[in-house]
């Protein structure tokens, strides 16, 4: 599976991908529970501001888990994630739109591509896949929000387009990884989701009464020419996975 937890030096455990570390390209990570200040039951990396805890520890920890990285907050780009299938370009002149505000959250939007150095993009999970593009080449990244509804709206390969129309990527030129969500071990879903994937994808995204996200996922940019060696799906389950991740379906709490 190629990922890996990590604890960078001011104690914040994430999950990185071996393979995209290895190219020295770009700065990513999975965030884990581990390392922040939230107490209870946000025990201690809660980076949701929507999910009950106190807003003013929220955002501490969000400066903890950026300084472990070494990436200035004040230069993230958030999404409104709506679970549909639009992806947004950070370039320049829309780096320049958000000047001098406070929060740079791009509204109606559960994707992100960009080319640009120093602006760090996050997407916000309890259960919902992360879905990390790096075009080795240009270079550029994607990044996609996908539970069930984006999957079947076909984020992945929605975010892939256009980091082909943006920027001419190329699938041999690309890793994929697809971090932690919730597994197909966890994922009980009704007859008429799994019909729908069914349907749409093919019978081996379903076992029993249980969904696989992440495969789709998968399909999906295989489908899109990427090989199967330049994608990396983690073990990791968010849901069964209680120590290191966040779940909304475990707690009821959205990220």
Known sequence: TNSKLITSPNQVVVLQNTSILDTQLVIHATSTRYGGFSEGEFGTLNLGLSTGDNPDVVLRNREMFYDGLGIQSNQVFYLQQVHGNHVEVINQELV??????????????????????????????????????LDRVTPAIGLAHTGWRGTKLRIASETFKKMQITYGTKPENCLAWISAGIGVCCYQVGKDIRNEFIKDFGISTVEGDRLNLSEINRLQLTAKGFSHDSIFATSYCTY????????????????
């Not at 069964?240 to 990220?255: P, Q």
């Open 96 to 133: 320049d739109s958000f000047m001098g505000k406070q929060i740079r959250r791009i509204p109606n939007t559960d994707a992100m591509i960009t080319d640009l150095r120093g602006i760090p993009i996050v997407i916000l999970t309890a259960d919902c896949f992360p879905i990390f593009i």
């Open 240 to 255: 069964h996975d209680k120590e290191l991740f966040y779940s909304y379906r475990r707690t009821g709490k959205e990220s």
